[in-house]
């Protein structure tokens, strides 16, 4: 399984991006995609997530009123539309992808991780 991450990039405060996630296999066969991200220094941070049964969404505090995470199946991508920008959001965004075998593995994708800058 790959994950292809686009869309990161330098956008001002206040602005938006549109990440994008495209895997090489169907989004069905994940039980939930998200994303993450890095900033320097500080470790690895859950953003948003989305089951692929139900469609339930979590976000993190952060992420709430301002970021969307979709999913579209045909294209078997997983969208992050990033709204009103802060400083604080600049990071190594990351997709991620979950495949669980009840009661024998559990297996999790990660992409290689798009640069998002916001400028104040």
């Known amino acids: 399984v790959q994950l292809v991450e686009s869309g990161g990039g330098l956008a001002q405060a206040g602005g938006s991006l549109r990440l994008s996630c495209t895997a090489s296999?169907?989004?069905?066969?994940?039980?939930?995609t998200g994303w993450y991200r890095q900033a320097p220094g500080n470790q690895r941070e859950l953003v948003a997530t989305?089951?692929?049964?139900?469609?339930?969404?979590n976000y993190a505090d952060s992420a709430k009123g301002r970021f969307t995470i979709s999913r579209d199946n045909a294209k078997n991508t997983i969208h992050l539309q990033m709204n009103s920008l802060k400083p604080e959001d600049t990071a190594v965004y990351y997709c991620?992808?979950?495949?669980?075998?009840?009661?024998?593995?559990?297996?999790?994708?990660w992409g290689q991780g798009t640069q998002v800058t916001v400028s104040s």
């Open positions: 991620n992808a979950v495949r669980r075998i009840p009661t024998i593995a559990t297996y999790t994708y």
């Open positions: 296999g169907s989004t069905f066969s994940f039980n939930a």
């Open positions: 989305l089951t692929s049964g139900g469609g339930s969404k």
